[in-house]
């Protein structure tokens, strides 16, 4: 992590009762950086969130701005300024004086305040508003007024809890651009918490996806979804598609063995962290190349799997299908349907196929993918994870 | 049968309730604070306000200095229950606020009287703790002692219904205010206040409405002149079997009542609008 961290977050751990929700976090985010926080409901990102503002007190770790130890600090004293999910406006006050409220607090003068005032709703296009209260307000120009109520008193960092999440659709992608582009214009400093994949990967330089509590994995939006360094971050990034298979690692390659339905397959490690044994191997259903089952032979490298075709439905710009493979369901994207109960040959390129190693004995998690193990794998359920682990 | 003529009969024993048990009896109340002798005219209310002018201003004046000190005192609570940050004196206090609700208006007059008469119980704790001399202890059996029992009794009520509103109100909104530096006495005051005005209006009409109804109050805690107007109610008929004045008396109290809530509901237009 860089030194020049602006805002720190040194093992922090909270708790509410005996439930732990951050356990022993560590997180650094540079000055004028965009980072999303991105989880599952109750991954602990708006509990994150709480803390560095200070409206949750941690049991162990500190929140440092600036190589100044905040921790204990009201959240009036951190530079920081919270969007809230509800937007929390002030349903007595007009626009204009929501804005300026923060700015009345510090003392400035009624001239300082309403020239503040205009720059804000200057900046946010909410001229003409100021008299209104956010009742006679739409959703977007109301998540405005909250984000304006917040960068008014210039803060330093700017905390942005789930802001698009009461938006329609339409609007949200609207909103998502011109968040980015402000934060960009001002160079701020901005965390923002969602379980919007792509919300996450279009506003933030940084993607911190928390998985209970811990963080399963940060990087570019690029990195994290071209490159998850686990199962859980692979599923949340869109990899659905999963299935165990059989590995042996050797020679700077992963030779995986046949199983009923798929084939066997040697892919270049490609830096993939990977021992011999069971692999859990996830795709996304865009990944995919499906073709007639029989048809002409892999050319590149990657795995085929064979599946019959269930159901198929269009996506717009393509078609969508449901694959049965042995007892489990794959999704893939064709460009043209496929007619139910077609057999068909799921051919995922090497490096769009992310796989991770199982714990080697009992230890899989997901019944249902180890009972798909089974099923891809029958002619010697035992012989070749023996032969694996002896290999290794 | 017509739908119209079904619909005026499901509502008929509703309405024969209303019109028996509430309409007809004002209405009598009303026409018979016009009624002198044998016709109609003003005799009754020239003779209220030259005998209980004083009276009339007394209880109006008493009743508003408790509602005003009710408000306060709710919104303190209410205030209290939502911003507080210790959780031990939160729950003490939730627990502990309501109970003079499920007190009667006679059993708080009984109370405060052995409370608060010179020789009561607050004196005597007074002298012990060497605050008083024995000397300097006065009875507050007066106009103090029925504003403290109004407000004792009364003040738990109102804090309900505002604490409840206060409950409603979006925490974040109070995050928000205190996330930009306002002070707890600032977020009750510009940010929790503003959202439960309407609440703690409603309470505290009903309160004054029933302040200005207590008989037993008045009478067990402030037997002297000047009194509240239910007493006198009370004195015309039990000693004078005047109903005209009594009636007369009662409308007062009915306009003075009437008044607090147009003021309500002016307010309420006005915020809508």
């Known amino acids: ?392 | 049968m017509p739908t119209p003529a079904l619909g005026l009969l499901l509502v008929l024993p509703a309405l024969a309730v209303i019109l028996l048990l509430f309409v007809v009896p004002l209405a009598a109340s009303v026409a018979g604070a016009f009624e002198v002798g044998g016709g109609f005219g003003f005799g009754n209310f020239i003779k209220t306000f030259e005998l209980y002018t004083s009276d009339i201003v007394f209880t109006l004046m008493i009743v508003s200095l408790s509602t005003a000190i009710i408000g306060a005192l709710a919104l303190a609570i209410g205030g209290y229950l939502t911003l507080g940050e210790n959780p031990r004196a939160v729950a003490l206090l939730r627990w502990l606020y309501r109970w003079p609700m499920f007190v009667p208006f006679i059993v708080v007059g009984q109370v405060l009287r052995t409370f608060l008469a010179k020789n009561g119980l607050m004196n005597n704790v007074l002298i012990g703790a060497g605050l008083i001399t024995p000397m300097e202890a006065a009875s507050f059996l007066d106009w103090r002692g029925i504003v403290i029992a109004f407000v004792w009794k009364q003040a738990p009520f109102v804090a309900l219904l505002v604490a409840g509103a206060m409950a409603s109100v979006d925490r974040g909104t109070l995050e928000a205010a205190r996330n930009l530096g306002a002070s707890r006495l600032r977020i009750l005051l510009e940010i929790l206040v503003p959202q439960v005005a309407g609440t703690l209006m409603v309470a505290l009409v009903l309160s004054f409405v029933t302040m200005m109804s207590v008989l037993s109050v008045p009478l067990m805690i402030n037997a002297q002149s000047p009194t509240m107007i239910t007493a006198d109610i009370a004195f015309r008929i039990n000693a004078y079997g005047d109903y005209g004045v009594a009636n007369a008396l009662g409308v007062v109290s009915l306009i003075a009542s009437a008044g607090v809530a147009w003021l309500y509901l002016r307010h309420s237009v006005k915020e809508r609008a």
């Open chain 1, 1 to 392: 992590m860089n030194d020049d961290a602006f805002l720190r977050i040194t093992d922090l751990s909270v708790g509410y009762g005996a439930t732990r929700v951050l356990e022993r976090l560590d997180l650094a985010i540079g000055k004028g950086e965009f980072v999303a926080l991105l989880g599952a409901s109750g991954c602990g990102k708006t509990t994150l969130l709480r803390a560095m503002a200070g409206f949750v007190t941690p049991s162990a770790g500190t929140v440092a701005v600036d190589g100044r130890d905040v921790t204990l600090m009201p959240p009036d004293r951190r530079g920081m300024a919270l969007v809230f999910q509800s937007y929390a406006l002030w349903p007595h006050m007009t626009v204009a004086r929501n804005i300026g409220y923060g700015l009345k607090l510090k003392g400035l003068s009624r001239a300082a305040i309403d020239r503040r005032v205009a720059e804000i709703e200057a900046l946010l296009g909410l001229e003409g508003l100021g008299a209104r209260k956010p009742a006679a307000l739409s959703g977007g120009q109301r998540q405005r007024v909250a984000l304006g109520r917040a960068l008014a008193v210039d803060p330093q960092i700017l905390l942005l809890d789930e802001p698009l999440s009461n938006l329609d659709a339409r609007i949200r992608l609207k909103v998502r651009h011109e968040i980015g582009a402000l934060q960009r214009r001002l160079g701020i400093t901005a965390v923002i918490v969602t379980h919007d994949r792509e919300e996450a990967m279009a506003m933030a330089d940084r993607v911190v996806i928390m998985e209970a509590g811990r963080i399963a994995q940060q990087g570019s939006p690029e990195e994290v979804y071209s490159r998850p360094a686990s199962s859980f971050v692979a599923a949340f990034m869109g990899a659905e598609n999963a299935l165990v298979l059989e590995g042996r690692v050797a020679g700077g390659a992963v030779h995986i063995a046949a199983g009923r339905q798929s084939s066997a397959a040697t892919l270049n490690l490609d830096g993939r962290l990977l021992s011999s044994g069971r692999l859990e191997a996830r795709f996304r259903a865009e990944a995919v190349e499906m073709v007639v089952a029989g048809a002409q032979a892999l050319k590149a490298e990657g795995l085929a799997i064979a599946g019959r075709v269930e159901a198929a439905s269009y996506l717009g710009g393509g078609w969508r299908h449901s694959v049965r493979v042995g007892d489990q369901t794959l999704f893939a994207d064709a460009a043209r349907p496929f007619d139910g109960g077609a057999g068909v040959e799921l051919r995922i390129p090497g490096d769009k196929l992310f796989l991770f190693n199982l714990p080697a004995s009992t230890g899989a998690s997901d019944t249902t993918a180890r009972e798909a193990a089974a099923e891809l794998s029958p002619a010697a359920p035992r012989g070749p994870v023996e032969r694996v682990l002896q290999a290794s």
